[in-house]
């Protein structure tokens, strides 16, 4: 098992914290993992990124720069990130934000209305979690257990009562996965 995720945005969307959390859950799983953040000097609205890798073998370099999977929260992260994507890789789209598709025929692609999802829960600011949920069922790169656990590790201890909603969030990712793979099995 190896995924190169990069995971892309603006800042304030949870893309750190989104790689944070599967960092600590890869730990969690008894795998290796890297994470590396990148942003803009901006506290709000500026670039942000990560890179996590998660293995069974050892990680030779933490940088990600030929990702297996890029998770792109905002358009401009999908058109400065997509050409870097291995061939047979996956793209997760934030449709909510994302108006284009992607142009390769060579990875697949997933369009995901993260938003729209995370505000039916009743919090925008859990998109990220919509997304990293279909990320979760798609690749079962950490347990959900693991995240679970580690969401009290990303969380400040004052924002564990945000604990459920996350998990909520997660679950809405997957189902639509799963909505998505139906709806696909039933037009073959």
């Not at 990560?50 to 940088?63: E, F, H, L, Y």
């Not at 358009?75 to 934000?97: D, H, M, Q, T, Y």
Request: charged share 15%; glycine share 10%; with cysteine.
């Amino acid at each position: 098992m190896f995924e190169a995720i990069l995971i892309a945005g603006f800042g304030g969307q949870g893309v750190l914290s989104m790689g944070q959390l599967l960092a600590y859950a890869g730990m969690t799983d008894g795998r290796h993992v890297s994470w590396i953040p990148s942003y803009g000097p901006e506290m709000r609205g500026g670039t942000a990124n990560c890179g996590v890798t998660i293995s069974n073998r050892p990680i030779s370099s933490p940088v990600v720069s030929e990702p297996t999977v890029l998770i792109a929260m905002n358009r401009p992260s999908l058109e400065k990130f997509e050409p870097a994507v291995v061939p047979g890789g996956l793209i997760l789209v934030n449709s909510s934000l994302i108006d284009i598709r992607v142009q390769r025929s060579d990875v697949r692609a997933y369009y995901i209305p993260a938003n729209e999802l995370a505000e039916e829960i009743g919090s925008s600011k859990v998109a990220n979690n919509t997304i990293l949920g279909a990320l979760l069922k798609l690749t079962g790169a950490v347990s959900i257990p693991a995240v679970e656990e580690s969401l009290k590790k990303v969380l400040p201890a004052r924002r564990h009562n945000l604990i459920p909603i996350n998990l909520q969030a997660l679950q809405a990712g997957m189902d639509f996965i799963e909505q998505q793979n139906q709806l696909l099995a039933t037009q073959v």
